[in-house]
């Protein structure tokens, strides 16, 4: 049965590097948990206008220039939701809660231990990761994975994943831990291509898991303030890495690519369609260029991932 989802319309305000949340109210649902303000769209408003009018009446404030960061579909028992998060650094006032709520401006590293409704984790990985997704590539040495990783900070990439199939596990946690203070000092994360127990020898901010990997695991494997990546290719790849908690997920092949020449690609109609569907961040993958972060953005992607544009 196709299940009617309301639409919502929530708010990242921010100031800097604070967000503004409100408390819900003990007669809501979800009581005493903290959200980014919004409500429910009306007919015929478009989520901007919605927005601009629940921010008005409910933190007394005006706003503009919101730009979408990510869609949420989420099935409460009661009721199923899709939350349309938009962000802005665009206001005028001082937020107050004009209907009894408290309002208040956190760090955005605070975040992660308040409570929220269930469907927000989906938005804290949002905000947390960029819209870059570099794999490493080809390297001859220590030095040359170096010098590559130097040049992928220089660009602003916030999230590197290391990828080398030509090591042994050993061999990838030393590499990691020779590089991962230049990383965070850049702050960016870092991914290892690996398994659990890699990442425990090593300070990396998480793992991504190859799509065979995902069925090993009935269950998160890793921590909760442990990043879980998942690579994916199909609805059931999907679905699984949901299951086992995935924080964020790569879908390819989105466009032809000359390292997977034998998949064929899902095309951008059947990635947005899966998108639609999927309650975390998802990054392209295959066939991307630099230039192509708007498309993928238009296409409802966290942003876009790739080895050889962005490693060389
Ligand atoms: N505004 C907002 N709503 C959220 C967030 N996360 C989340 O799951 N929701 C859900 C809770 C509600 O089911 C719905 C918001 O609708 P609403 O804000 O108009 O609902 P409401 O205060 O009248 O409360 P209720 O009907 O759910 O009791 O979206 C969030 O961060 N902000």
């Known amino acids: 049965m196709q299940k009617t989802f309301l639409d919502i319309a929530v708010g990242v305000l921010r100031c800097e590097n604070e967000i503004c949340l409100s408390l819900r109210q003990k007669h809501q649902s979800h009581a005493d948990h903290w959200e980014f303000p919004g409500g429910k769209v009306e007919a015929g408003e478009s989520i901007e206008q919605a927005l601009k009018r629940e921010f008005i009446e409910e933190l007394g ?151 065979n990997q995902l069925f090993a695991y009935d269950a998160r494997p890793i921590a909760q303030d442990k990043l879980l990546g998942a690579s994916t290719h199909n609805q059931e790849e999907v679905e699984q890495a949901l299951k086992i908690g995935a924080d964020f997920i790569l879908l390819s092949p989105v466009l032809p690519t000359a390292t997977h020449p034998d998949m064929e690609a899902l095309g951008w109609d059947v990635f947005r369609e899966m998108v639609k569907a999927i309650p975390v961040p998802v990054f392209a993958l295959g066939g991307m260029k630099a230039e192509r972060l708007n498309q993928g953005k238009q296409n409802g992607a966290q942003g876009i991932a790739a080895i050889s544009e962005f490693w060389n």
Do not use: C
């Open 61 to 211: 404030v005006e706003t503009d220039n919101w730009e979408p960061l990510i869609e949420i579909p989420w099935h409460y028992e009661k009721v199923s939701v899709r939350l349309h998060v938009y962000q802005s650094y665009d206001f005028d006032g001082t937020p107050h809660g004009k209907e009894g709520q408290l309002v208040r401006w956190f760090n955005q590293t605070e975040l992660k231990a308040l409570t929220f409704p269930e469907a927000n984790q989906g938005i804290l990985s949002a905000l947390e990761l960029g819209d870059r997704y570099a794999i490493s590539g080809k390297f001859s040495d220590v030095e040359d994975f170096s010098a590559k990783l130097a040049k992928v900070l220089n660009d602003g990439i916030k999230l590197i994943q290391l990828r080398a199939k030509g090591l042994d596990e050993a061999e990838v946690v030393k590499l990691a831990q020779e590089n991962i203070d230049a990383i965070h000092q850049a702050g960016a994360k870092l991914m290892l291509n690996g398994t659990p127990e890699m990442l425990g020898q090593t300070q990396a901010d998480g793992i991504q898991l190859a799509s």
